[in-house]
């Protein structure tokens, strides 16, 4: 499999695995952003989030993580993502 359709894949699975864990926070009717899909627009200037959508996977009084879903990911092993996610 070629690196791009590796990288492609693994996004595919977290997303999967972000998709299939998380709660929309207006059904909990909560002030906790998990499950929404943040937009940055041109205003916010750091790089590591211009133009980005990033799905909230978790977010609450201890913290936050969410997934970029509009950036390559590179050529990591979906092994790698999916430790880094806490799935092994």
Do not use: C
């Amino acid at each position: 499999m070629s690196p791009r359709r590796s990288a492609l894949a693994a996004l595919a699975i977290a997303v999967g695995i972000a998709a299939s864990t998380w709660r929309p926070a207006v059904a909990q009717n909560t002030p906790w952003l998990t499950g929404q899909l943040l937009v940055a627009t041109d205003v916010i200037r750091d790089p590591h989030f211009y133009r980005t959508v990033v799905l909230m996977l978790r977010h609450n009084a201890r913290g936050a993580i969410g997934v970029i879903v509009n950036r390559r990911l590179g050529d990591a092993p979906v092994a790698k993502v999916l430790e880094a996610l806490g799935r092994n």
